[in-house]
């Protein structure tokens, strides 16, 4: 049992443990349309925040991870990047929201924010979840230290920002009404990875969090993979969801259009599940067709 634990096999066999409510009287056609912080696209289903995709893969991964994101209209999170990286993904054209690591000095982060608003990206976020290193010690990223956000150093942030900030890395009730109350313009529930183990699903918190979050747009990643994953997370709450790990793989084997081909081939997924549930739009969605087994 080498994984076990492991936080991405446990959310995987949660979301597989959902199943379906199909209502077909009545229902239409669906449509997908998605608006995030006052833009449109194709779909809910986004990137997820990778990084350091040219070191891990080749030169040019990353632009291939934007332009595919581009080509299916679909809005590109990116993740731990410098500012050339960050100027390069945005030449693309591709919409960006760009998660800033929690880094010690705090500069850094609102310099990046400022960056980020010069740039004209859609929103930024901070990976909360990444302050501590494998001992619970201070957490080092290619020479970054990290810290642990305050609550009141997140208020700050917020109140400084001329974009919405998006916290990453929430997995409980805790961090969401300290978030909500600091300001955040949207959390992503997600245990960026297996970060922990024995994470608690983001699919299971969701609704927790869905019944007080408001109107503050609530994102999921880990282990979404289909559409019918993406729908079980709409369903029960969340705004958009973000694949990450599979558009790796689909940048190796195809590049730009292999992103392109995964992201249009969940956005049909999608559409499918909406349809042969009644959930025929995203402001339509239904928390009451998803059933555990
Ligand atoms: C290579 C790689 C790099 C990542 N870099 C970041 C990062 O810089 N910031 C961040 O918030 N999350 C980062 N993540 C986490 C992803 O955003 C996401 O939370 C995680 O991969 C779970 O989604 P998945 O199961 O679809 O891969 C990274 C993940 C991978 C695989």
């Not at 040219?54 to 993740?79: I, R, S, T, V």
């Not at 109107?215 to 880990?222: E, I, K």
């Not at 990450?244 to 081909?261: E, F, H």
């Amino acid at each position: 049992m080498a994984d076990i634990g492991n936080s991405n096999r446990i959310a995987r066999e949660y979301i597989d443990s959902l199943r379906i409510e199909t209502r077909y009287m009545d229902s239409t056609n669906p449509t997908l349309d998605f608006t995030l912080y006052g833009e449109q696209f194709a779909s809910p289903i986004m990137t997820a925040a990778l990084s350091h995709l040219d070191h891990f893969m080749f030169p040019g991964a990353a632009e291939a991870l934007a332009q595919g994101a581009k080509a299916a209209n679909a809005a590109l999170w990116y993740g731990m990047a410098d500012d050339a990286e960050i100027e390069r993904l945005s030449a693309t054209g591709a919409r960006m929201i760009e998660i800033i690591k929690p880094y010690s000095d705090r500069d850094i982060i609102y310099k990046k924010i400022e960056r980020a608003t010069a740039l004209g990206l859609l929103a930024v976020g901070i990976d909360i979840d990444h302050p501590f290193g494998e001992d619970g010690g201070p957490d080092i990223v290619d020479g970054w230290e990290m810290t642990a956000l305050r609550t009141a150093e997140l208020a700050e942030i917020c109140k400084h920002a001329k974009l919405p900030v998006i916290v990453k890395g929430v997995l409980s009730r805790h961090d969401a009404e300290l978030c909500l109350a600091a300001g955040a313009g949207g959390l992503v529930l997600s245990h960026h990875n297996n970060r922990i183990e024995y994470a608690v699903p983001p699919l299971v918190i969701l609704p927790e969090i869905a019944a007080f979050a408001g109107d503050t747009p609530l994102f999921v990643d880990c282990e979404i993979r289909t559409g019918m994953d993406a729908f079980k997370a709409l369903a029960l709450g969340a705004k958009g969801v973000c694949i990450g790990r599979p558009l790796m793989t689909a940048i190796k084997q195809s590049g730009a259009d292999g992103v392109r081909d995964y992201l249009l081939k969940a956005n049909a997924e999608l559409g499918k599940a909406m349809a042969y549930t009644g959930c025929t739009s995203l402001d339509r969605m239904d928390c009451t067709v998803i059933r555990r087994v």
